[in-house]
């Protein structure tokens, strides 16, 4: 059962020169990841009584986001009040969860100011999306800007998106290059590589780009940015650990691991943190380490763990993650 952590304290993953060498020989079985990731929740179960304790670290390791082209200070300040207290009080009581939050929240550029203001004193980190967000189509210089017009304004962490045609044309130093330069203009901020997966073409591609990602420095790798038309999913997540754990055992570096995009059921905060305690283990299941990228799960876990107080939760989730 996951235990209640503390805010995050994520270490700094000091990177490594770009060793090709690390992904010569690594060979992807598809079929074999699809297997695996398609029977994750059927060969663990988690027992009804601790669903409650696995939604609520869900909770603590959520980067509670809005990235809509109509997204509003306004909104993003319910987003943040949301991300203080992110559940009816008579759950956060009822379950004795006072203090909790979310991860981070996660915004556009223009947005940071707003969010850091609204989470003064709370100890949320505001993390912003940045270098042409979602496609990353636009010269390096003002990607890179767009990056220092972000920690200007507050940002905690930078999620940053790769240019998709290196992984594609196999230009892996042109990758490791831009995430080291973007890395550099993060300065304390976190970078997250978004590696937009769904457009990678083939798993072998997705180890390649999080290994080269790992090794320019990034202190989390992500998935998706939710706007490809296919985003996380547990395959791609499996392969993505895969690498997380074989850079760690190269390096001795723990690397943070962001699921995101198109996540929106309780169940799916459960696969998902399954797969860290079974591919990485616990660390991998603290806010320091592993966050769930999503705009729209939080309802959903909040119905879960209404259910859960009330007494109902036991009839109507008893399959959850069957
Ligand atoms: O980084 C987070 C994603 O953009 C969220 O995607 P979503 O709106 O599908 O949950």
């Given at each position: 059962m996951p235990e209640i952590h503390a805010l995050p304290n994520i270490a700094r993953n000091p990177g490594v020169p770009?060793?090709?060498?690390?992904?010569?020989?690594i060979a992807v079985n598809t079929p074999a990841a699809e297997r695996r990731a398609a029977t994750l929740t059927t060969r663990r179960t988690v027992k009804k009584e601790w669903q409650a304790a696995w939604l609520v670290n869900a909770v603590r390791c959520m980067d509670l986001t809005t990235l809509a082209g109509d997204d509003t200070p306004e909104r993003v300040r319910r987003l943040c009040a949301k991300a203080r207290s992110p559940l009816a009080d008579h759950i956060l009581d009822g379950l004795g969860l006072a203090g909790l939050t979310t991860g981070a929240v996660c915004v556009y550029p223009t947005l940071v100011s707003t969010a850091v203001k609204a989470l003064d004193g709370t100890g949320v980190p505001v993390a912003s999306v940045a270098?042409?967000?979602?496609?990353?189509?636009?010269p390096l210089n003002l990607r890179l800007a767009e990056i220092l017009y972000a920690v200007d304004h507050g940002a905690d962490e930078i999620d940053i998106v790769i240019t998709r045609a290196h992984v594609l044309d196999g230009n892996w130093s042109a990758l490791y290059d831009e995430v080291a330069e973007m890395r550099e203009a993060c300065g304390a901020a976190h970078l997250k590589a978004i590696?937009?997966?769904?457009?990678?073409?083939?798993l072998r591609n997705v180890y390649k780009a999080s290994m080269v990602a790992m090794q320019a420095g990034a202190d989390f790798i992500k998935t998706s940015t939710g706007k490809e038309g296919v985003n996380a999913t547990l395959p791609v997540s499996l392969v993505m650990a895969r690498a997380l754990r074989d850079y760690g055992a190269r390096t001795g570096q723990k690397i943070g691991f962001k699921p995101a995009g198109g996540m929106k059921t309780a169940k799916d905060a459960i696969a998902w943190q399954i797969l860290m305690k079974e591919?990485?283990?616990?660390?991998?299941?603290k806010p320091d380490l592993f966050r769930l990228g999503a705009s729209s799960m939080l309802a959903d876990i909040e119905r879960q763990l209404e259910h859960h107080l009330t007494g109902r939760y036991a009839a109507s989730s008893r399959h959850a993650i069957a």
């Amino acid at each position: 059962m996951p235990e209640i952590h503390a805010l995050p304290n994520i270490a700094r993953n000091p990177g490594v020169p770009l060793q090709l060498d690390w992904f010569d020989q690594i060979a992807v079985n598809t079929p074999a990841a699809e297997r695996r990731a398609a029977t994750l929740t059927t060969r663990r179960t988690v027992k009804k009584e601790w669903q409650a304790a696995w939604l609520v670290n869900a909770v603590r390791c959520m980067d509670l986001t809005t990235l809509a082209g109509d997204d509003t200070p306004e909104r993003v300040r319910r987003l943040c009040a949301k991300a203080r207290s992110p559940l009816a009080d008579h759950i956060l009581d009822g379950l004795g969860l006072a203090g909790l939050t979310t991860g981070a929240v996660c915004v556009y550029p223009t947005l940071v100011s707003t969010a850091v203001k609204a989470l003064d004193g709370t100890g949320v980190p505001v993390a912003s999306v940045a270098t042409g967000f979602p496609a990353g189509l636009m010269p390096l210089n003002l990607r890179l800007a767009e990056i220092l017009y972000a920690v200007d304004h507050g940002a905690d962490e930078i999620d940053i998106v790769i240019t998709r045609a290196h992984v594609l044309d196999g230009n892996w130093s042109a990758l490791y290059d831009e995430v080291a330069e973007m890395r550099e203009a993060c300065g304390a901020a976190h970078l997250k590589a978004i590696l937009a997966t769904g457009d990678l073409k083939t798993l072998r591609n997705v180890y390649k780009a999080s290994m080269v990602a790992m090794q320019a420095g990034a202190d989390f790798i992500k998935t998706s940015t939710g706007k490809e038309g296919v985003n996380a999913t547990l395959p791609v997540s499996l392969v993505m650990a895969r690498a997380l754990r074989d850079y760690g055992a190269r390096t001795g570096q723990k690397i943070g691991f962001k699921p995101a995009g198109g996540m929106k059921t309780a169940k799916d905060a459960i696969a998902w943190q399954i797969l860290m305690k079974e591919e990485l283990g616990d660390d991998w299941l603290k806010p320091d380490l592993f966050r769930l990228g999503a705009s729209s799960m939080l309802a959903d876990i909040e119905r879960q763990l209404e259910h859960h107080l009330t007494g109902r939760y036991a009839a109507s989730s008893r399959h959850a993650i069957a």
